[in-house]
């Protein structure tokens, strides 16, 4: 009988070749699509401080997103909810990523980009363009600078979705100071105010020059945050 021995040898790669393995699985990964979760992180990467006030927030500047970017849009599902649209997957991902420490919820209910999940949205950055990540940056800028019944108003007004709302009229009560807060801030023009105001453009110039408030340039193509 003939006995045959096959011997496994060990195979070793030399550094040069190891690093074009790993810049080639680099490259592999950021030609997916983003998830759910990278958009999350690029959220609150973008954000100032790296951080998003709350899931209220973050739910609200994704949504607002998805209306103009397509691939968000075609990753994320929003229903009316009591405020405002609301995503049940974006939720169950924020659960994903803080049990991965990605993220942080802390005493305020802020939720904070951690080291690692800073770390994980750098290796992806590359699969979003640059106007996506600019969209995104003015998006969770503008939402940031709102207090939360702004936030709401501005959602309701200019994107709907305020059917199964309990607090959509009594935002209706105050959307004249809303919008004038809003305005007196800066973060939106004229004929954006006066359309959360709930008021024609000359209306609303006529009511800021009776309040003794400068009013600002109008823009009617003023009606998204960038």
């Known amino acids: 009988m003939i006995k045959m021995f096959f011997y496994k040898k060990r195979i070793t790669l030399k550094g040069s070749m190891r690093k074009r393995i790993i810049k080639l699985s680099d490259i ?25 006030k709350s899931e209220l927030y973050l739910q609200k500047a994704l949504f607002i997103a998805s209306r103009h970017l397509g691939r968000l849009k075609d990753t994320l599902e929003f229903r009316p909810y009591r405020l405002g649209p609301y995503s049940e997957v974006l939720k169950t991902k924020l659960e994903v990523l803080e049990n991965s420490n990605a993220i942080s919820i802390n005493e305020r209910k802020e939720l904070v980009l951690t080291k690692e999940g800073e770390e994980r949205i750098k290796h992806r950055k590359s699969a979003f363009s640059k106007e996506e990540i600019e969209y995104i940056k003015n998006i969770a800028n503008f939402v940031n600078a709102l207090d939360e019944e702004e936030l709401l108003l501005y959602t309701y007004v200019i994107y709907g979705a305020y059917e199964k709302s309990d607090v959509f009229n009594e935002l209706l009560k105050k959307r004249v100071e809303l919008a004038i807060g ?45």
């Not at 990964?29 to 998003?52: A, F, G, H, M, Q």
């Not at 359309?195 to 006529?206: D, M, R």
């Open 182 to 226: 809003m305005l007196k801030k800066g973060l939106i023009s004229t004929s954006l105010a006066a359309k959360l105001a709930g008021l024609t453009l000359p209306e609303f110039i006529k009511l800021l020059k009776q309040k003794g408030i400068k009013p600002y340039r109008a823009d009617e193509n003023d009606l998204r945050p960038i």
């Open 28 to 52: 592999i990964d950021t030609l997916n699509e983003p998830d759910v979760e990278d958009w999350i992180l690029l959220t609150l990467y973008v954000s100032p401080s790296r951080k998003v």
